[in-house]
């Protein structure tokens, strides 16, 4: 049974920054990439920055210059370091991983709000 668990999330000022963690626990062999997206109340899950397997990087256009997304393979954790954050990062941001044969992980979620 392969577990995610996302943290790092909360109320933060505007031009703040937060850094989200994903811990990934169980049987995970290899990942083929591994992401985080988020989801505004009213909204659709949308991207926020992926992470191959061979290191490419993906940003969403709102985001880019302002996250980080890296992996700490030795800890099973993914994070993304997000800088300079606006009103309108205001999500609930997800952990996603693909990993071999189609199959895809999704954690539950930590919430980050920002707000002065």
């Known amino acids: 049974q392969v577990k995610l668990v996302e943290s790092g999330g909360g109320l933060v000022q505007p031009g703040g920054s937060l850094r989200l963690s994903c811990v990934a626990s169980g049987s995970i062999t290899s990942i083929n990439t591994a992401g985080w997206y988020r989801q505004a109340p009213g909204k659709q899950r949308e991207l926020v920055a992926t992470?191959?397997?061979?290191?490419?990087?993906r940003y969403a256009d709102s985001m880019k210059g302002r996250v980080t997304i890296s992996r700490d393979n030795a800890k099973n954790t993914v994070y993304l370091q997000m800088n300079s954050l606006k009103d309108a990062d205001t999500a609930v941001y997800y952990c996603?991983?693909?990993?071999?044969?189609?199959?895809?992980?999704w954690g539950q979620g930590t919430q980050v709000t920002v707000s002065s």
């Open positions: 992470l191959t397997s061979g290191g490419f990087t």
């Open positions: 996603r991983l693909d990993v071999p044969r189609g199959v895809v992980y």
